[in-house]
């Protein structure tokens, strides 16, 4: 038969889980009764997952999960009945790929959650369920509530281009996006391996940047630091390290779309700022107000191209200027 797959939230399959284990008593199926705690999968006009549980004396009974919608989880289906026996080893798949150990399913649910997996999904194949795990697709985002790293986070991205130098590494992703979620990290002398899960990140609540203006007017970034007063308080250090700094500026960095926090500046600076000519990648875009002779910036932009398309679109009688962006120096 073509294989069909199954989402179920995962959290809902914890409660699933949990329930089946501390139950007493477990369920009589079309063939036997169930010696121990196990999922029931059951397909028909609506496809559910189930606890085998009965007589839990710590919960009430808790009622069958419906799989997703989706390509094949909303369909109706020829009825059958499928025991996933939560203490039976099978192989476990994250993401698409397959761990080398199996492990006990009650023990990859946990494993998963902790890893950050939003869905359970089962596969019905012509040999029986196969099972895996995943974040939730870039659609789901707003129903699952799910938030990942952000990839645009600095640490995150020192971690990773780190990692090579010491681990030999394999990386879980996203299909859809490509992000990492998880890295396997395995010592090449020992072969011992531990697994690091990404859960979450964070950002400084104001990150900003110092702008400097050499003698002709040419403006680059420094940054991002985590504050506007971390920002201002480097301007000595890079004055004396770079003697082509005529003056500069700390400013936040502003979403795009959103109005920001403007510096008032001398009308002199206003009308020679200019961009730079030279060679650079990392950026940021300078918003020039030559009518309340004011500066704010927006970015970072990860390349100059994604910079200029930025800068060149509409501004109202805003100027934008593509700075290069050079990384801060901690301590900020």
Wanted: aromatic fraction near 4%.
């Amino acid at each position: 038969m073509p294989a069909v797959l199954f989402r179920f939230p995962l959290a809902a399959v914890l409660g699933l889980s949990e329930h089946a284990t501390l139950s007493p008593d477990h369920a009589v199926t079309a063939d036997r009764t169930l010696p121990g705690p196990a999922l029931i999968l059951r397909t028909g006009k609506v496809t559910t997952l189930a606890s085998s549980g009965r007589n839990n004396p710590h919960s009430d009974p808790v009622a069958p999960v419906p799989a997703e919608p989706g390509p094949d989880g909303d369909a109706a289906r020829p009825a059958s009945e499928h025991i996933l026996d939560l203490d039976a080893s099978i192989p476990m798949t994250l993401h698409g790929v397959r761990e080398p150990q199996p492990l006990p399913l009650s023990s990859q649910l946990h494993i998963a959650h902790t890893m950050g997996c939003a869905f359970m999904e089962i596969e019905l194949t012509a040999t029986g369920p196969v099972i895996g795990y995943t974040m939730p697709r870039p659609s789901d985002a707003h129903t699952t509530g799910q938030r990942l790293v952000n990839v645009n986070n600095r640490a995150f991205q020192r971690f990773l281009a780190l990692l090579p130098d010491h681990f030999d590494v394999n990386r879980w992703e996203i299909p859809d996006t490509g992000q990492t979620v998880a890295v396997l990290l395995t010592d090449a002398a020992s072969g011992d391996s531990f697994q690091v899960a990404f859960l979450d990140s964070a950002e400084p609540a104001a990150p900003s940047v110092l702008i400097t203006i050499d003698l002709s007017g040419a403006v680059r970034a420094v940054g991002v630091y985590p504050s506007q007063d971390s920002a201002a308080d480097s301007a000595d250090d890079i004055a004396a390290a770079d003697e082509s700094v005529a003056m500069s500026v700390a400013l936040i960095l502003n979403d795009p779309v959103a109005a920001g926090a403007w510096l008032p500046v001398t009308g002199h600076i206003v009308e020679v700022v200019h961009q730079p000519d030279e060679d650079f990648e990392r950026a940021v875009v300078l918003l020039v107000d030559h009518a309340r002779l004011q500066l704010a910036a927006t970015g970072p932009f990860p390349d100059r191209a994604s910079a200029e398309a930025f800068a060149a679109q509409a501004g109202r009688g805003i100027g934008r200027i593509v700075a290069p962006l050079r990384d801060a120096q901690p301590p900020f």
